[in-house]
């Protein structure tokens, strides 16, 4: 292993932010204990979904209506957690078979306890298109994912904890009073919150049989996780993300790190991991003045050694049926999720019998695809919710 290389620039970006880092969790992203203030908030049910409490905000979304939630979801041990989120409906009375469920999944906002998009005071505008989604009259409900908002570590590009957390998600959304939350559902997510989505789909028939999964939304999906890190450590986004990933898996996973990082490295990571990533154009930008993490700062044998290669293989989506269709959206221009990775995936769904749309974007970026590719994204959601029959892009097999 080289020594640390020179501290790489990197902007200091508050305003995304809303003038400042994330607040802290206050008293709503702490679940009750067993002699709760409240006799109302005694949590006796503690089955995956369960709601434990709502507060409405304010919305600048015209028709709508908004809620922080807090469910139980499962932990990787199998035990009940507790995770945040938001949803939003629209004002009038529902109809009377109820309204289907946007299961939104976020991209990579961090790793730290504070960077929940539900802490942010304009949270609701990191929801590509959710005035579209309240005229076309969707309930849209936001998890943060585990270890986000509620105690961490957040299990950062966990593909069964991010797909509970989404499942579960849709679960609680069902029970916020008189907005008619149907089981019908949709996962879409962006970068993360792809991987995220892609896990629902592939959970959904086991975790949650009682839910109806419509379609899986995917927007630049990390899929090959080994191939992402390879791919991207000599640039600024890769080290963010080979930091958030490194840091959470040693602590969710108790996975040795110290044997393919130097110790300097691992004080490099820890102070990234301890900051929330906001984005610029097309690139992560951190509070800090700078990255000091060279490009070969993790050693090629990490990817070949145990356990780290057998989780990199059990946090790649694709190993299970996608659970119903699938669109995918790629910016052709992507330096963080290479196309060529995202297309070899498609046609692994495709070689499986997956009805799949896959929607290349000429001459866009990984930051931009989530945006850029909304407008398609929600017709097609609401082509599968009205029962038409999903394209395919595949090839005939």
């Not at 992203?29 to 979904?49: F, L, N, Q």
């Not at 090629?300 to 050694?305: D, E, I, L, M, V």
């Not at 692994?348 to 990984?366: D, I």
């Amino acid at each position: 292993m080289s020594r640390l290389g020179r501290a790489l620039p990197i902007a200091v970006l508050l305003s995304l932010r809303c003038g400042g880092p994330p607040p802290k969790p206050n008293g709503f992203y702490i679940a009750p204990t067993k002699k709760p203030v409240a006799r109302s908030e005694a949590v006796v049910d503690r089955r995956p979904g369960k709601l434990i409490r709502s507060e409405p905000f304010d919305t600048k979304v015209p028709g709508s209506v908004a809620w922080r939630i807090l469910y139980v979801s499962t932990g990787l041990d199998g035990r009940p957690i507790e995770v945040s989120g938001l949803v939003v409906a629209p004002k009038l009375p529902p109809p009377p078979n109820g309204r289907p469920v946007v299961a939104w999944a976020h991209p990579t906002a961090g790793v730290a306890e504070n960077c929940a998009p539900s802490l942010l005071r304009d949270a609701l505008d990191s929801i590509p298109h959710l005035p579209a989604l309240m005229t076309l009259d969707d309930v849209v409900v936001a998890t943060d994912y585990p270890g986000l908002g509620t105690p961490g570590p957040h299990p950062y590009l966990v593909g069964e904890s991010e797909g509970r957390a989404v499942l579960d998600s849709v679960r609680a959304a069902v029970q916020i009073p008189k907005i008619g939350a149907s089981t019908r559902f949709i996962a879409w997510g962006h970068s993360q919150g792809g991987h995220a989505a892609l896990f629902a789909g592939e959970l959904a028939r086991s975790y949650a049989p009682e839910l109806t999964l419509m379609g899986v939304a995917a927007i630049s999906p990390p899929t090959d996780l080994a191939q992402l890190l390879k791919d991207d450590l000599d640039a600024q986004a890769g080290k963010v993300i080979a930091s958030y990933c490194l840091w959470s898996w040693s602590r969710v996973y108790g996975a040795p790190l110290d044997r393919f990082v130097e110790p300097a490295v691992l004080h490099e990571i820890d102070r990234v991991a301890s900051v929330c990533a906001a984005t610029e154009g097309e690139a992560f930008r951190l509070p800090l003045d700078s990255v000091a993490l060279p490009a070969d700062f993790l050693s090629p044998a990490f990817y070949t050694s145990s356990p780290w290669q057998r989780l990199l293989q059990e946090n790649r989506p694709g190993r299970s049926p996608a659970g119903a269709p699938v669109y995918v959206a790629q910016g052709t221009d992507d330096a963080i999720v290479r196309p060529s990775v995202t297309a070899d995936f498609v046609t692994g769904l495709c070689r499986a019998g997956a009805t799949v749309r896959y929607e290349p974007f000429p001459g866009v970026g990984h930051m931009r695809a989530g945006r850029v590719s909304a407008t398609s994204a929600i017709q097609w959601m609401t082509s599968r919710f009205n029962g038409e029959t999903a394209p395919n892009t595949c090839p005939p097999l």
